[in-house]
């Protein structure tokens, strides 16, 4: 079965700073990879996906992430952190043969310092 | 755009009652899915569907039954409601594009 995990319960940032949020899934195949985030009280809401191809992937918002197979890590990242990118932020596996059910990992919570 | 609602955003239940939480989606999608989000656990598969009256268990089903009669709405049900099922409760719908979620019920069972 696969699984997934952010090791950063919480990360604190100052606005303008550059951010990295870690993923490590475990999965025997190639996975579908997904980053979401949810803003308070809000669901959650699509950042990027990799499926396949540039193992570099562009988002929302101006996020990436890099799909690292020889590392099963799938990292987020962004140049510069808006006080608004305070939220918490999901990443997810899915399993490319049984209907793409997604397995999510902890989350980390990001707070934006001014 | 693709819209899930849930017809709650709270809900506050007793111990011991039947509860039922609602998800519709728009877009005639087949796939819809119930998690449940709880701090440092990030959301858990509850139940998911692929078609009408088609149901299968994710991954912690226990407490909890779900219904689909028409294609655009799935049901959560708590058949008896306990304290600890207290949580964020998300529906989502899925196509080959990815997954939408909705705004989520925060049930509290007191």
């Known amino acids: 079965a696969q699984s997934v995990t952010q090791p950063d319960i919480h990360i604190t940032v100052s606005e303008g700073a550059s951010l990295e949020l870690r993923c490590n899934y475990s999965y025997g195949a190639t996975p579908y990879l997904f980053w979401y985030v949810q803003s308070p009280g809000q669901g959650l809401q699509l950042l990027l996906k990799y499926f396949s191809g540039d193992t570099l992937v562009q988002g929302i918002k101006g996020f990436e992430a890099e799909f690292k197979r020889s590392q099963s890590s799938f990292n987020l990242r962004k140049p510069s952190v808006h006080w608004s990118d305070a939220a918490e932020y999901f990443c997810a596996v899915g399993e490319t043969n049984a209907g793409n059910m997604l397995t999510f990992g902890g989350g980390t919570r990001l707070m934006v310092k001014p | 755009d693709v819209k899930v609602t849930q017809s709650s955003r709270y809900l506050v239940k007793r111990t011991g009652e039947k509860v039922f939480l609602e998800c519709v989606q728009d877009?005639?999608?087949?796939?819809m899915f119930w998690y449940r989000q709880d701090p440092g656990l990030g959301l858990r598969l509850i139940y998911f569907?692929?078609?009408?009256?088609?149901?299968e268990k994710g991954d912690i089903p226990e407490g909890y039954s779900v219904s689909r009669e028409k294609k655009e709405r799935f049901s959560l049900i708590l058949e008896s409601a306990s304290t600890n099922q207290t949580s964020m409760y998300l529906c989502a719908s899925r196509t080959v594009y990815g997954y939408t979620f909705g705004s989520g019920t925060r049930l509290t069972v007191v």
């Open positions: 569907s692929y078609d009408v009256k088609m149901k």
């Open positions: 877009m005639d999608h087949e796939n």
